[in-house]
């Protein structure tokens, strides 16, 4: 009898168990989670603090007793706190009654997840400690920024990646007083060039948002009356200012969880788990190991537009990646297809959805990348009603390769990046887009559909400068 060790529950976990069990449900799969529930979306939080949320039971879309009828035994509340993968065995501990007991496996899965980026600022422990400052990633830290926000006035929202926007979006939505505070030039930068990130900008100002972009936070100080006196309120100070609020939440992205593990396997820098294409990890040597996976955002993901493997964690990696270890976990059968970290957020009214790389990024990895930009109405004029869509494509210059894009409109457009992921995976060039049979209906798009418009854009620029430049 075969025994497997899954180690972390939330999304990577929950589909792994689920697909060995399938694969292999004469199997032993033990689960190890030391919260209390599994499969929590978290990336609903922010429309749970906008009260945009039907009931938090359907943010969960598993249970452990779902996982138990599937065949698995889930130690629930149960803190691994040693991982021997040479000698497979691990030592987890009951939360509740604090004894620690020794488990051996034949088979190892680590789906341990992220932590939210809490980096070395002077005060962020202690403004945490007292609750002044809050994370935000699981179910717990989601309980306590609705409670918190329900009874404030004010709020920093640190970090303007997708977490952080959507947190600021909401808040401000209730009437909350928001400042946006990031160390980049601006909001979502590593997401979207400034040609959409400038009307997110718009956006946020014209619903009140104060931005404070371009701005490395140095310390967080309890707020103090003008008699001297500490209040509940907390101060963040950044290099250029300082900005009072009655709460700070922490948007600064994700770290892996691997400290477990880091020495005894392959990791990038930063400590995630780098895994093949089979989801199999490896040791510090690159020795593949057959009965050593990992997936979600603990790993690497092959990133499609590089062709590297990068840390990219996302849920929709997290899944797809986890699947396939219950298909591999016997003999190496079936490739991941990679990623193009396809993605979308919805800020006020406007619709933003994106695939792939921006130009700054593919500049930032010193590739020869060229971009073209459309805004164009995306249904025709006669409609009583249409709206523009500014749309941007970066591709290489001399292959025409299609590396990403962006899409940014008062409309759905978000199918739009989807569309831009299967090209990338399947390696279209500008040219090959351009030629793409699509649909048109008035009531959904003109007869050439604004991806089109943009693929013909931007065959059309490359055509000419490589004309120009003789090549």
């Not at 488990?103 to 400690?129: H, M, W």
């Not at 979308?344 to 790389?357: E, F, K």
Request: glycine letters at 8%.
């Amino acid at each position: 009898m075969t025994t497997v060790a899954v180690i972390g529950c939330t999304h990577a976990g929950t589909f792994a168990a689920t697909s060995i069990l399938r694969n292999h449900p004469d199997w032993t799969v033990d689960v190890f989670e030391k919260n209390d529930n599994i499969s929590f979306l978290s990336c609903g939080i922010a429309l749970w603090a906008g009260n945009h949320v039907s009931s938090t039971e359907k943010m969960f879309y598993s249970s452990p007793e779902e996982l138990e009828k599937a065949g698995a035994h889930m130690h629930m509340r149960h803190e691994v706190n040693d991982i021997n993968v040479k000698g497979k065995k691990l030592d987890a501990t009951d939360l509740d009654t604090g004894k620690s007991k020794q488990y051996r496996f034949d088979k190892l899965v680590i789906t341990t997840g992220s932590s939210p980026a809490t980096p070395f600022i002077q005060g962020l422990r202690e403004a945490l400690e007292s609750g002044r400052a809050m994370l935000c990633k699981d179910y717990n830290d989601g309980k306590r920024i609705v409670e918190r926000t329900k009874s404030i006035k004010s709020v920093v929202v640190v970090g303007a990646g997708y977490i952080g926007c959507e947190l600021a979006e909401q808040l401000s939505t209730r009437g909350i007083k928001v400042t946006l505070v990031d160390a980049l030039p601006h909001v979502l930068d590593n997401n979207y060039d400034e040609n959409v990130t400038g009307q997110a900008e718009e956006a946020y100002r014209d619903h009140g948002v104060t931005l404070a972009m371009n701005q490395k936070v140095v310390a967080f100080r309890p707020e103090t009356n003008r008699d001297g006196v500490e209040s509940s309120g907390v101060t963040v100070v950044t290099e250029l200012g300082e900005y009072t609020a009655d709460l700070a939440v922490m948007g600064a992205g994700f770290v892996p969880n691997t400290t477990l593990v880091s020495s005894q396997l392959r990791t990038l820098g930063y400590g995630a788990i780098i895994v093949d294409r089979y989801m199999r990890a490896a040791t510090p040597e690159n020795d593949i190991l057959d009965d050593v996976f990992a997936a979600g955002d603990c790993a690497t993901v092959h990133f499609n537009p590089t062709n590297s493997d990068e840390y990219r964690p996302l849920a929709t990696n997290a899944i797809r990646e986890a699947l396939l270890i219950g298909e591999n976990i016997e003999e190496p059968t079936k490739q991941y297809a990679g990623t193009q970290a396809t993605s979308a957020i919805q800020l006020y009214d406007l619709s933003m959805s994106s695939s792939g790389m921006t130009l700054d990024l593919a500049n930032r990895r010193h590739i020869d990348a060229q971009a073209a930009t459309i805004r164009e109405n995306y249904r025709p004029e006669f409609m009583l009603s249409t709206t523009p869509v500014t749309a941007t494509i970066v591709y290489e210059r001399i292959t025409g390769r299609i590396l990403g894009a962006q899409f940014a409109a008062k409309h759905d457009i978000s199918m739009a990046a989807n569309l831009i992921s299967v090209a990338i995976q399947a390696g279209f060039t500008v040219d090959q887009l351009a030629g793409t049979d699509m649909l048109f209906q008035p009531n959904f798009d003109k007869p050439v559909n604004f991806v089109s418009s943009l693929a013909m854009a931007a065959a059309a620029k490359r055509s000419k400068e490589l004309k120009t430049a003789g090549e």
